[in-house]
């Protein structure tokens, strides 16, 4: 088989080394790809927003199943191009994917439905906003309503970084046309939980729960980043919230999205909080969640391309999906500055025992050497018997890595661990 996987970060390596676990697939193309995955696909030079090169490449290659991992081909309709010449995919046509393109969608959604959520308010005309922000109860949430790179959202601590943040949105288009609509919403407390979910668009198929850890400092300090490391499975999410979670949330927003005519198709993650109301939703996104792939797909036991095909074919109710007993660690390694400036270019050291352990997101082959090329540099993952044992296995993985400008929080876990001794 010839597969096809659309995207170049960490979350595409990590799906791309779990498919070559099958036997039956020849080659995986990844488009583009970066330095570190070309060591275990072809990296192929489109952009992963292109969509007419995309299909143009699947349709000569004769690819025979595609992966489209990120958000913006999802939601800009890659799967219905694809489709469109009979190739399958994993993932949610634009119908489906826009619950992680429309904060608005997805909120009036889980309102219509009763989808334990926030309360919230939506606005279109800045003045209105900055009006409702004179009275609004503080902190609270500012989200710009489409996708910005995970970097839509502002906690406001005080009303007037609220106003800002409505200001920078929906006046200084700061986020583009995704400001357009804002959502201005509760602000929630309690732990939360990241689940990622396999849905053929009936059934559901919940994956092991994993923490994140946002924040670029140790301490959860420090500004909001793409992720810094993540562990699995997250000791609160217990037994008895998954089945609440299930009855709750899960399958009541498949049924909602059924409802609507958007049957989605793939893998939908749910943001969670575990609030002293019980668990409500903060966000849904309509993909595998980068970095908490990192650590789910390393514990899947399950073929992972048999599962993707029965969620493109609907046969996920009789397709076993199941995970290993145990836990694991990511941490990611990024440059130094991170999420804000920082430098590239600075060759890598990954010792070839490590690099199996090592899912590659921001770098580039420059003269036969691997060089930093992002922010996020790489992700570090090791699986074990006891939460402990996987952190400092990462840990003891991470400083065998080097490049200059190298920067890691050293406290993945932590939280995770006091958890448990609780």
Same mark, same amino acid.
């Given at each position: 088989m010839k597969i096809m996987v659309v995207g170049g970060?960490?979350?595409?390596?990590?799906?791309?080394?779990?498919?070559?676990?099958? !036997?039956?697939?020849?080659?995986?193309?990844?488009?583009?790809?970066?330095?570190?995955?070309?060591?275990?696909?072809? *990296?192929?030079?489109?952009g992963a927003k292109d969509i007419p090169a995309i299909v143009e490449f699947a349709v000569q290659q004769h690819i025979d199943y595609a992966v489209v991992a990120?958000?913006?081909?999802?939601?800009l309709g890659c799967v219905d191009a694809l489709n469109e010449k009979g190739i399958a995919c994993f993932g949610p046509n634009a119908d489906a994917a826009i619950i992680e393109g429309s904060k608005v969608f997805s909120k009036n959604l889980m309102k219509k439905y009763g989808i334990p959520t926030a309360r919230y308010e939506v606005f279109d005309q800045m003045q209105a906003a900055l009006e409702y922000l004179d009275s609004a109860p503080i902190p609270t949430v500012v989200k710009a309503d489409g996708l910005a790179l995970g970097k839509g959202v502002i906690i406001a601590q005080t009303r007037q970084e609220a106003k800002n943040a409505v200001v920078a949105m929906m006046q200084d288009k700061q986020f583009g046309k995704s400001g357009e609509q804002i959502v201005i919403e509760e602000f929630l407390t309690g732990p939360?939980?990241?689940?990622?979910?396999?849905?053929?668009?009936?059934?559901?198929?919940?994956?092991?729960?994993s923490m994140d850890h946002k924040r670029a400092l140790d301490g959860d300090q420090g500004l909001n980043t793409g992720g810094m490391g993540t562990v699995a499975p997250n000791p609160y999410y217990t037994p008895a919230i998954a089945r609440q979670c299930m009855q709750e949330i899960f399958l009541p927003t498949i049924r909602a999205m059924e409802a609507e005519g958007r049957p989605f198709k793939g *893998?939908?993650? &749910?943001?969670?909080?575990?609030?002293?109301?019980?668990p409500k939703v903060i966000e849904y996104n309509c993909? &595998?969640?980068?970095?908490?792939?990192?650590?789910?797909? !390393?514990?899947?036991?399950?073929?992972?391309?048999?599962?993707?095909?029965?969620?493109?074919?609907?046969?996920?109710?009789?397709?076993?999906?199941?995970?290993?007993?145990?836990?694991? *660690? *990511?941490?990611?390694?990024?440059?130094?500055?991170?999420?804000s400036h920082y430098e590239k270019g600075f060759p890598m050291h990954i010792p070839q025992a490590v690099f199996q352990n090592v899912y590659v997101a921001g770098a580039c082959v420059k003269d036969g050497a691997l060089v930093t090329a992002g922010g996020r540099v790489l992700g570090v993952t090791a699986v074990a018997d006891s939460l402990q044992e996987a952190v400092q296995s990462a840990y003891d993985m991470v400083e065998q890595i080097t490049f200059e400008n190298a920067f890691y929080r050293r406290d993945i876990g932590a939280k995770a661990l006091a958890a448990k001794e609780v």
């Amino acid at each position: 088989m010839k597969i096809m996987v659309v995207g170049g970060g960490g979350r595409e390596h990590a799906i791309i080394k779990k498919l070559k676990e099958n !036997p039956k697939i020849e080659v995986i193309y990844a488009l583009p790809g970066n330095g570190g995955i070309a060591a275990d696909a072809v *990296c192929v030079p489109i952009g992963a927003k292109d969509i007419p090169a995309i299909v143009e490449f699947a349709v000569q290659q004769h690819i025979d199943y595609a992966v489209v991992a990120p958000d913006d081909p999802l939601v800009l309709g890659c799967v219905d191009a694809l489709n469109e010449k009979g190739i399958a995919c994993f993932g949610p046509n634009a119908d489906a994917a826009i619950i992680e393109g429309s904060k608005v969608f997805s909120k009036n959604l889980m309102k219509k439905y009763g989808i334990p959520t926030a309360r919230y308010e939506v606005f279109d005309q800045m003045q209105a906003a900055l009006e409702y922000l004179d009275s609004a109860p503080i902190p609270t949430v500012v989200k710009a309503d489409g996708l910005a790179l995970g970097k839509g959202v502002i906690i406001a601590q005080t009303r007037q970084e609220a106003k800002n943040a409505v200001v920078a949105m929906m006046q200084d288009k700061q986020f583009g046309k995704s400001g357009e609509q804002i959502v201005i919403e509760e602000f929630l407390t309690g732990p939360e939980v990241s689940v990622l979910a396999f849905t053929d668009g009936k059934t559901l198929k919940p994956m092991v729960s994993s923490m994140d850890h946002k924040r670029a400092l140790d301490g959860d300090q420090g500004l909001n980043t793409g992720g810094m490391g993540t562990v699995a499975p997250n000791p609160y999410y217990t037994p008895a919230i998954a089945r609440q979670c299930m009855q709750e949330i899960f399958l009541p927003t498949i049924r909602a999205m059924e409802a609507e005519g958007r049957p989605f198709k793939g *893998c939908l993650y &749910f943001g969670l909080m575990l609030t002293p109301q019980g668990p409500k939703v903060i966000e849904y996104n309509c993909r &595998f969640g980068d970095p908490e792939t990192q650590v789910v797909l !390393p514990l899947l036991e399950s073929d992972l391309l048999t599962v993707m095909q029965a969620t493109t074919n609907g046969t996920l109710a009789q397709t076993p999906v199941s995970f290993r007993d145990a836990n694991a *660690c *990511c941490v990611i390694m990024a440059s130094g500055g991170y999420p804000s400036h920082y430098e590239k270019g600075f060759p890598m050291h990954i010792p070839q025992a490590v690099f199996q352990n090592v899912y590659v997101a921001g770098a580039c082959v420059k003269d036969g050497a691997l060089v930093t090329a992002g922010g996020r540099v790489l992700g570090v993952t090791a699986v074990a018997d006891s939460l402990q044992e996987a952190v400092q296995s990462a840990y003891d993985m991470v400083e065998q890595i080097t490049f200059e400008n190298a920067f890691y929080r050293r406290d993945i876990g932590a939280k995770a661990l006091a958890a448990k001794e609780v």
